[in-house]
C-alpha cells in the first residue's frame, strides 16, 4: 500500500509530473506515515483512487481543502 511505496522512495519537496505524493489524515492512518497515495501530473493536480463509495480513478487539486491540509510531501521512485 502507500507505506510501502514510501519506504521505497526519495523524498522531494516539489513534486514534478509523475512523482508520487503523500497524504496523512491523522483519522484515517491507522499509525501510519501516510493514509493516501496519488500521482502528480502538473499544475498542482494529483492523480488518485477514489476512496468514496463506488470508486474509481479521479483527479484532485492539491492546492485547496483536504488535499492540501493533509499533503505530507512528495516521492520521486528510485
Known amino acids: 500500500g502507500a ?3 514510501y519506504n521505497i522512495s526519495t523524498p522531494v ?3 514534478q509530473p509523475g512523482d ?3 497524504f496523512n ?3 484515517r492512518n491507522a499509525g501510519k506515515a501516510c493514509s493516501h497515495a ?3 501530473i502538473g499544475n498542482g493536480q494529483h492523480i488518485h483512487a477514489s476512496s468514496s463509495r463506488g470508486g474509481g480513478v479521479i ?3 492539491m492546492t485547496s481543502g483536504y488535499y492540501n491540509t ?3 510531501g512528495g516521492l520521486r521512485l528510485s
Do not use: H, N
Request: glycine share 10%.
Open 3 to 5: 507505506q510501502g511505496l
Open 13 to 15: 519537496s516539489d513534486p
Open 20 to 22: 508520487l505524493v503523500f
Open 25 to 27: 489524515d491523522p483519522s
Open 38 to 40: 496519488g500521482i502528480y
Open 59 to 61: 483527479i484532485s487539486d
Open 70 to 72: 493533509y499533503f505530507v
